[in-house]
Antibody, heavy 122, light 112 residues
Framework: QITLKESGPTLVKPTQTLTLTCTFSGFSLGTRGVGVGWIRQPPGKALEWLALIYWDDDKRYSPSLKSRLTIIKDTSKNQVVLRMTNLDPVDTATFYC??????????????WGQGMLVTVSS | QIVMTQSPSASASLGASVKLTCSLSGGYTSNAIAWHQQLPEKGPRFLMKVNSDGSHTKGDGIPDRFSGSSSGAERYLTISSLHSEDEADYYCQTWDTGIHWVFGGGTKLTVL
């Protein structure tokens, strides 16, 4: 059974850096074809993809946010970390991590975490 | 630049059927998509992948009431025998090598 769970601060001040951790079980990020991505959702708005890391450490970033994002994995700990710099109140959102396997369901997120709300405010 | 267009809202009666639409723009009209369901105050749940030929692959435990289809640049999600618990936001999502992952604006489904 695949599960993912996001953790990190729920309140961040403007200009600070946000670090979120996705801890997962039921799969290994060392397995060929597997990836873990981050997606955010501002209150009342649609989903927006941010970043993804593949089993082979290949990384992809949203072009509009690339300069502010870093994604890394720790395969031994079953964790993926997302860092977002220079936070602004417009970055207030629920952040989700999600699994994909390009060998089974293709480049589509087939398991999601429960999400966590991060508020950016002074 | 791809745009995935969804109607902001839809409604149908308990026990009826509803067909939600996701329209692909530009040169991405042959892309496969995924449908995700987001219940109120919950994280998204993968429903299915829908290919351009209308074939679809559902996620674990998704009821037979949910099905997918395609026509040209349109991808559809049909929910039959609507239950009250189907009231949710529904998002389509696609992927391509250049654009990476893109979501539609979502459709809020109300079950009357």
């Amino acid at each position: 059974q695949i599960t993912l769970k996001e953790s990190g601060p729920t309140l961040v001040k403007p200009t600070q850096t946000l670090t979120l951790t996705c801890t997962f079980s039921g799969f290994s990020l060392g397995t060929r074809g597997v990836g873990v991505g981050w997606i955010r959702q501002p209150p009342g708005k649609a989903l927006e993809w941010l970043a993804l890391i593949y089993w082979d450490d290949d990384k992809r970033y949203s072009p509009s946010l690339k300069s502010r994002l870093t994604i890394i994995k720790d395969t031994s700990k079953n964790q993926v970390v997302l860092r977002m710099t220079n936070l602004d109140p417009v970055d207030t959102a629920t952040f989700y991590c999600a699994h994909l396997n390009i060998l089974t369901t293709g480049h589509f997120f087939d398991f999601w975490g429960q999400g966590m709300l991060v508020t950016v405010s002074s | 630049q791809i745009v995935m267009t969804q109607s902001p809202s839809a409604s149908a009666s308990l026990g009826a059927s509803v067909k939600l639409t996701c329209s692909l723009s530009g040169g991405y009209t042959s892309n496969a998509i995924a449908w995700h369901q987001q219940l109120p105050e919950k994280g998204p749940r993968f429903l299915m992948k829908v290919n351009s030929d209308g074939s679809h692959t559902k996620g674990d435990g998704i009821p037979d009431r949910f099905s997918g289809s395609s026509s040209g640049a349109e991808r559809y999600l049909t929910i039959s025998s609507l239950h009250s618990e189907d009231e949710a936001d529904y998002y389509c999502q696609t992927w391509d090598t250049g654009i990476h992952w893109v979501f539609g604006g979502g459709t809020k489904l109300t079950v009357l």
